[in-house]
């Protein structure tokens, strides 16, 4: 296997050389086809977490793909990062979850946390021994996110006690600490907020149930819960706690469309296999004309969400969180296309799409969690619905 050493971001400040891209999508797709591949099913099935492709997915570096060597956000390593998370979920949107959500809890500790919070966490997420999680959404409110109530109050000692509880939490039932948004003070609904880095030993912390979900299996998820825990000033992040988990939510918008990205490419990878070889009048399927419509729309699709998830990942790079609108126009039309487009592979694939030995159906139950996570679909058109009835048109347009 080429040495990707000094292509993980390690050398930092550099940008990537489309050379230097195709070879380590030629060293990730090998690691797809040798470790993900033949396990991919087995993980679905089981719904068992999988800490051991972690640490072999951080031998070639994809963890670290975004950190320069002393640990900050090396910006030329998201276009490499997002192609990457592209080509794992062609295999396992599961496994490329894990991933994308190492170098999203690790974005958050480069940015904000406090150099010795940083210190402890990062290393491990970049070498796949440490987990993290990322806590916004509760039992009552995961779209109007300004409803929660998980609140911070500061004691005279200057610690934090943490009450409340959030749901849905990706990857906590194995994760080390949880990044965690939380009102100041009071649960009012425009109360000032914070973000605090919190290892899920703490005293008053407790991890929910490890729910059984349609898919992402083995991806473990639970709620999390905090009774008066008591948290150091230390653990805060230096963001107001709502600009800076949106801003991650930016980052993982544009990961969820890039799961989806990789489902419409695995969709397509396995229904063109399928229909040139399954024979239906004389001919193979894929000889027949409505057949070739159907795929030629799932290209189709898949070139525009690629096209418009690039443009999204350089402007996250670029910045400031990048463009909202674009994010979210990306994710949205990325996720909706996967999961039209898988409904269509399953069908392709006639009675054998639903047989669980096939991937087709695997990537459909993917496909409609990528339209939920990050913000839904309907929330996502509605965000661009109002800056589209705002915009001027005949100027610059959104
Ligand atoms: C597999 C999985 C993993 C997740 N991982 C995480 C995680 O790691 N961290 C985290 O914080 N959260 C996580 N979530 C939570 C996820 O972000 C929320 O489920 C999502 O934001 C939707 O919130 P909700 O479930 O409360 O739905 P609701 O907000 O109750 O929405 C229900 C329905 O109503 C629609 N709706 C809501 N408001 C409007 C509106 N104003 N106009 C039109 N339609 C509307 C929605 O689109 C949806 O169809 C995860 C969820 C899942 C399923």
Redesign the pocket.
């Known amino acids: 296997m080429t040495d990707m050493s000094d292509m993980s971001g390690a050398t930092g400040v550099r940008g990537y050389t489309d050379a230097e891209i195709r070879e380590l999508l030629q060293v990730v797709g090998a690691f797809c086809e040798k470790e993900i591949a033949p396990r991919a099913r087995e993980i679905d099935e089981t719904g068992a977490f999988f800490p051991d492709l972690m640490r072999k997915g951080a031998e070639i570096g994809l963890q670290g793909l975004i950190f320069t060597e002393d640990l900050r956000v090396d910006p030329a390593g998201f276009a490499p990062a997002h192609e990457t998370t592209e080509l794992i979920s062609s295999y396992s949107a599961a496994v490329a979850l894990a991933f994308g ?1 190492a170098r999203l809890h690790g974005y958050l500790l480069a940015r904000y946390a406090p150099e010795p919070v940083r210190d402890r966490w990062l290393p491990g997420l970049i070498d796949g021994t440490a987990f993290g ?5 509760e039992p ?6 300004r409803a929660g109530r998980t609140v911070a109050r500061r004691t005279p000692g200057g610690d934090y006690r943490i009450s409340g509880e ?7 039932p194995a994760a080390d600490f949880a990044i965690v ?1 939380t009102k100041l003070e009071t649960a009012d609904r425009n109360a000032d907020t914070a973000a605090f880095v919190i290892p899920l030993d703490t005293p008053g912390v407790s991890v929910g149930r490890d729910e059984d ?1 349609l ?2 299996r083995g ?1 473990p ?1 639970a709620g999390l819960g905090f009774d008066d825990c008591r948290v150091p000033e230390e653990w805060r992040l230096h963001v107001d706690g709502f600009r800076g988990m949106l801003e991650g939510l930016n980052l ?1 918008r544009l990961d969820a469309g890039c799961y989806g990205l990789g489902l419409l490419r695995g969709a397509l990878r396995e229904t063109t296999r399928y229909v040139r070889d399954r024979q239906a009048f004389g001919r193979p399927l894929a000889e027949l004309q409505l057949v070739q419509e159907k795929l030629g729309r799932m290209y189709a699709d898949y070139l525009a969400a690629r096209g418009l998830l690039r443009a999204g990942v350089a402007s996250f790079a670029a910045g400031g969180g990048g463009d909202a609108h674009l994010i979210s126009a990306a994710k949205m039309v990325a996720t909706d296309a996967a999961m039209r487009h898988t409904v269509a592979a399953v069908q392709l694939h006639g009675g054998y799409g639903v047989h669980l030995h096939y991937d087709v159906q695997r990537m459909m139950r993917d496909a409609k ?1 990528t339209q ?8 996502h058109a ?1 965000m661009l619905g109002r800056a589209a009835t705002r915009a001027d048109w005949t100027a610059a347009g959104l």
């Open positions: 959500i999680a990322f806590a916004l959404s009552h409110s995961g779209t109007d996110i959030k749901a849905w939490i990706t990857q906590s948004l979900m898919g992402f991806m998820m993982a969690i939920i996570i990050d913000g839904t679909s309907e929330i509605l």
